[in-house]
């Protein structure tokens, strides 16, 4: 346990090499990462900023995910109601009524009432004129989402794949030599992962993000 704790600082701390990198070369502040699951909040931590956006430390379905973005500003402004579901061990909301309502999935917060100070303390900072929308395909996105995610009348957007979809002008492939890393009970989180034990890097890293957010 203690070599453990003693690698993953040593590890993180030689990682901030990476981020203080990538900082310096950020022209772009006053951004709000979209994000469908947790990359856009990784990233944002990568680069020291603060969490202008009300998608960090959850996920949606890739489905609920385009409909959030596709009516962005209603479902902010929607109220986000708790919804109990005892298969989830973490809180989930919801935003929305009837045919509108989409699932938010916190699983990195302890209770809703938390979950929702957040939600609605980040909701008031993003910024409306500089947004940057993120969707990870996760392997099993149907390719209807995908195409419809793509064609939303927003300037930049990114789709983090393993596959290849002919005319998908967003798509981010990732290179085929970290699909061995594609597993049933990792699939959400692979694109997060560090690409070996004891690399610095993260599968992520191969996007040049920084160079998508200074776009």
Known sequence: ??????FRFVRNSLRNIIRMYNRIRLRNRNFS??????????????LFLRFDTPTVN?????????????????YVSQELKECILHEYTFPVGTLGEAEDKINVYFMHYDSFQQAK???EERCKRIHWDNLYFITNDRGSTPEKIIREFDSLPYEHKAIITFRDFDGVKSS?????????????EKEFHTVLGYISRYSLRRVIDDWDYVSFLNA
């Open 1 to 6: 346990m203690i070599i453990t704790r003693a």
């Open 33 to 46: 990462v979209i994000s469908g699951d947790c990359i856009g909040g990784v990233i944002l931590h990568d």
């Open 58 to 74: 959850l996920y949606f379905s890739s489905e609920d995910f385009l409909k959030f973005c596709s009516r962005l500003k209603f």
């Open 117 to 119: 100070q957040k939600w």
């Open 172 to 184: 981010v492939r990732l290179p085929d030599k970290y699909i061995k890393y594609l597993t049933d």
